[in-house]
């Protein structure tokens, strides 16, 4: 759906003085802004989440990002052992390149007819096309009938949302219709090497046993071997072989690009996200720079199948700094977006929505951000009428910022169930991703297929109710077992007049018909305190307590607009920034997003 970004920006709220962050403990007034020094129920101690805990299995609580030059208030509120330095390290270096050359363009008139097969056409164009050029569709519809391939340094564009339109028609089980795929060999072991030293967080280098496989540009996993307790692959579903590698036996690690070669040593751009366990193996394991697709995008146009037969519309494997930019994926069979080992990729300004093939069980997923993919960042999209968590993090993920996604209207084979959006965990084990500034109706981190932990939601909004036909799991953030150590700060929890509990934990009376802003623990039938116990949960309004609810072991008070923005971004307009916390006006304040939603007239 094409939207007016003029017409948005003049629907937007006057930003003069909601948009500036107040430097006071409370915001004051009669706005319900003022502060509460413990968590209800829970006296602020004890094993439910009222104290903070100060380390992290598989940490030494330091590494270069630490301390307070890092992210100042965010830095007293999150201790560094809990988070990573995301500014500067996630997405393409320096952003969306425009490609202004046009290589070829594809007729409409013989091709945009929606009959005539463009398969072939679009196909050639693509592959003869000189580096870092364009082949243009122009306004029609484009019947494809099989998957198009986008290789390297090529960029696909159209003349815009609902005006250039592919139309999938492949025959049904066709893996993607669009494809940025490389084929990385990280799965098979055969480049794999033994970490010998320097695999601590925020290091950017480490010495490897045998150095034959690396290479500067070739892109490098490090990962280690489950502990069994704290990254578990064995959710309640059984053990997830597919997650991680080894058969779901490394499901924590991280991907990173290989700057140089120095002997044994090995320099890579993006700092470690955790410390390494010797006792683990710890392993690098090497894909060779021919096996990437690299700066290659799909912009301006929408992507449709009139019956199912793409299990995923667009497939980005093996991606590094790839794109993809105001494009429409409607009628989704699997998943709208499949990332999988792909590292420092953008998804920007695009609108994911409708199902094609019922609501569950892998049908209906918008993004999936999946296999150790790292440092990739989804930014100001719209996701409507999905399942499976709108957005998710999945299968060793880490590093990755989400960040001002709209959700809306969340949909579940079951009408009476509430599902996730967005999901910080589908499948273990991802760790360190950013969720700042969503809006969506439930923060949610499940245990099918496994564990996850060290995650940040930041100035969000969850609704954590949706419509009166959805009755149960209604849960502003649910947690369930082995989501540890995960961190929600300065968020808006919750529906006014709707919401009536402040948390549910283990071992306590519940109904899953009750509307409740903190589940923790106690999901799947399995009790977890640990979820609590681990949980830093620090300056959140919740609309059962009218109150900014701060955990009082940590003094700070202040927090930073954005833990990965170092200023206010060009593509804000005049929307407020930031748009949501407990210390905005109002709280809460529509984003971007949500805007160019809203001038679609809600479909």
Known sequence: MRYCFVCMLG??????????????????????????????????????????????????????????????????IIPPERRIEWAGHVGIPGGIPERGT????????????????????????????????????????????????????????????????????????????????????????????AISAGANKGSTSIVVADPQYASAGSVMLIDQLNDGSFVDPEGVEGKC????????????????????VDGNQI????????????????????????????????????LTQPEVSATYLIEMQGC???????????????????????????????????SINGYGRSHGYGVLVDMFSSANLVEDNILRTLDGGFLMTSGGAAGNVLGYNYMHDSRFDDPWWLTGSPSLNHAPHPMMNLWEGNIGC????????????????????????????????NNAVSFATKNTYMNVVGCVLGTAGRSMRYEVLPGQAYSNTEVVIWALGIMHGIDDPNVAATLLRHGNYDTVNDQVIWDPAIEAREMPASLYL???????????????????????????????FEQMGNP
């Not at 105001?326 to 994911?352: G, H, K, T």
């Open 566 to 596: 170092e200023a206010r971004p060009a593509w804000f307009g005049q929307v407020p920034f930031p748009p949501i916390g407990p210390d905005v006006a109002g709280r809460t304040n529509a984003i971007p997003a949500q805007l160019r």
């Open 267 to 302: 320099h890579f751009n993006i700092p470690l996200y955790w410390t390494y366990d010797p006792a683990l193996s710890p392993q690098a394991t090497f894909a060779a720079p021919r096996t990437l697709v690299r700066w290659s995008g799909i912009e301006d146009l929408t």
């Open 102 to 193: 046009v290589c070829a363009t594809i007729d409409a008139d013989t091709y945009g007819d929606g009959v005539t097969d463009a398969t072939a056409a679009i196909q050639e164009a693509l592959d003869s096309c000189p580096d870092d050029q364009v082949v243009l569709l122009p306004a029609g519809t484009y019947r494809v009938t099989g998957r198009i391939l986008i290789w390297s340094h090529k960029v696909l564009r159209g003349a815009g949302q609902d005006e250039t339109v592919i139309r999938f028609e492949g025959p049904s089980g066709t893996r993607s219709a669009l494809a940025l795929a490389g084929w990385p060999n990280f799965s098979t072991g055969e480049t794999s090497v």
């Open 11 to 76: 629907a937007a709220l006057l930003w003069a003085c909601s948009g500036q962050v107040s430097s006071q403990a409370d915001a004051g007034g009669d706005d319900g802004g003022q502060v509460e020094d413990r968590s209800p129920g829970d006296g602020g101690g004890g094993d439910d989440g009222g104290q903070v805990e100060d380390r992290s299995p598989g940490d030494d609580g330091g590494g270069e990002d630490g301390g307070g030059e890092d992210g100042g208030g965010a830095g007293e």
């Open 241 to 260: 072989t597919y997650c991680g590698r080894s058969n779901g036996d490394r499901t924590l690690g991280q991907l990173v690009e290989v700057t140089a």
């Open 442 to 473: 439930q923060i949610t981190g499940d245990f099918i297929h496994g564990s996850s932990s060290h995650n940040t939601v930041f100035r969000s909004q969850s609704l954590g109710w949706q419509r009166e036909e959805t009755t149960a799991n």
């Open 320 to 354: 590094q700094y790839c794109w993809l930019r105001n494009v429409e994926v409607e009628r989704v069979d699997w998943r709208a977006v499949w990332m999988l080992q792909s590292l420092q990729n953008e998804i920007r300004e695009c609108y994911f929505h409708e």
